[in-house]
């Protein structure tokens, strides 16, 4: 049984053992897998979603699917997320209103680990690969956006689960150590809750996310290091206002340093 699997109840000396932003962690994990749901009946419909989420995750993680076929498999999964049971369960309100709430500084956007059915919360500390996906809610502040940017050796997947967002997304047809050369797959102006989308090295490998309404989230699931010969990159930040129209939906755009990133987007 996992460690904050439901059901299991941690002593007061345990407790005393957490640094303060651990027992944070665990305190909503625990709170998550304990949460309203609306009925036995919602509960196993939101655990038979999660299970498919982490059975195709560990997969992936094994070596036995490609990323794209996580992509592909996300496609569906994410495509039938029952999200008002989900929510439930992972007691969406209570958390984003405390993400929300956060001050972010000059930070427009906020991630936040979660546990949730039997995809536990990740251990930073273990250095160990993960056998399934990292998954976490994210808030975007109004006007403001995860920006752009392309990754190496690991896919995401991003469903939204409350709020509007404008997505663009890009494939990667070239890049150096200054740059990079994009192609537009999609620019979606209007994606609402239950709208989703996916990256991987091999489709769809830069997404921009802008949020234009005050609840914008997002449920968040990756999976990193995956090949064994290639370096994993988690963020490459490229400059799309500074960047140079090649051709039709095709750009050369700079890379740029997070902080450049956060300040321009
Ligand atoms: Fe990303």
């Not at 972010?104 to 993960?130: Q, Y």
């Amino acid at each position: 049984m996992m460690a904050d699997s439901p059901g299991t109840c941690l002593t007061r000396r345990d407790l005393l053992k957490l640094s303060g932003r651990t027992l944070l962690a665990v305190s909503l994990s625990q709170h998550c897998l304990r949460a309203g749901y609306a009925s036995e009946q919602g509960a196993a419909k939101a655990e038979k979603w999660v299970a498919r989420l982490d059975n195709i995750s560990r997969q992936l993680a094994a070596g036995k699917i490609s990323g794209l076929q996580w992509q592909e498999a996300l496609d569906e999964i994410y495509g039938s997320a029952p999200l008002p049971e989900l929510l439930k369960t992972i007691d969406f309100n209570r958390l984003s209103d405390q993400l929300a709430s956060r001050g972010l500084g000059t930070r427009g956007e906020i991630f936040h680990d979660i546990s949730v059915g039997p995809i536990p919360a990740r251990d930073r500390t273990s250095g160990k690969p993960h056998e399934t996906a990292i998954v976490k809610i994210a808030h975007v502040k109004k006007g403001r956006s995860i920006p752009p940017h392309g990754h190496s050796n690991m896919v995401s997947a991003f469903l939204c689960v409350s709020g509007e967002f404008e997505v663009q997304l890009f494939d990667r047809l070239e890049q150096t150590d200054k740059d990079m050369v994009i192609r537009q797959t999609v620019d979606e102006k209007s994606a609402a809750a239950g709208t989703w989308s996916s990256i991987s090295d091999y489709r769809n490998n830069i997404h921009w996310l802008k949020a234009k309404s005050d609840d914008c989230f997002l449920f968040t699931a990756k999976l990193i290091r995956l090949e064994k010969e290639k370096d994993f990159r988690g963020r490459i930040n490229v400059n799309l206002k500074d960047a140079m129209q090649l051709g039709s939906q095709t750009w050369r755009a700079p890379i740029i340093t997070a902080r450049q990133a956060a300040e321009l987007y």
